[in-house]
């Protein structure tokens, strides 16, 4: 629960094909709605969005942990049938395999912020991770799609 003076809510909503997370404040006897962060088109509380959120709002105290729960259970919905997630998906895909494919190793070992270095790296390990098991190869003997032409095999 968030409170600013006040017994107020931060809560999420879709506005368009976004989601904000916003907070309402009275004032004069009116409701105002602070914007507090853009959560993109699935609504993501990652650690960034909580200190750009902390840092930019103080004074707002918020229930992180009731807004994740919120997030990922009631307001994002799978695939399921939304070619239009999908062809962004596809696209996001191909833009981080040439990002990725663009990026020089050696050349990271030479840059001054080796913290985020460590931290890039971490990340590349943890998408090699998650691919591996979306993709099925951390089941021996069973294919990642069905067999009915569908599999990436």
Request: proline share 4%; charged share 25%; glycine share 8%.
């Amino acid at each position: 629960m968030a409170r600013c003076g006040e017994n107020t809510v931060a809560f999420i909503r879709k506005r368009g094909n976004s989601f904000y997370l916003v907070h309402n404040v009275r004032k004069k006897g009116k409701v105002q709605q602070i914007h507090l962060a853009r959560l993109g088109r699935r609504p993501r509380i990652s650690e960034d969005v909580i200190q750009g959120v902390s840092t930019s709002h103080p004074f707002v105290s918020v229930d992180w942990d009731e807004l994740k729960a919120k997030a990922s259970h009631t307001l994002v919905r799978p695939f399921e049938q939304n070619v239009e997630q999908m062809r962004e998906l596809l696209s996001s895909v191909r833009n981080l395999h040439m990002d990725i494919a663009d990026l020089q190793l050696p050349v990271l070992g030479m840059t001054q912020d080796q913290e985020l270095t460590s931290q890039l790296i971490a990340g590349l390990k943890l998408l090699r991770g998650t691919l591996d098991v979306k993709l099925g190869h951390g089941r021996k003997g069973s294919p990642p799609f069905d067999k009915a032409g569908k599999g990436l095999r």
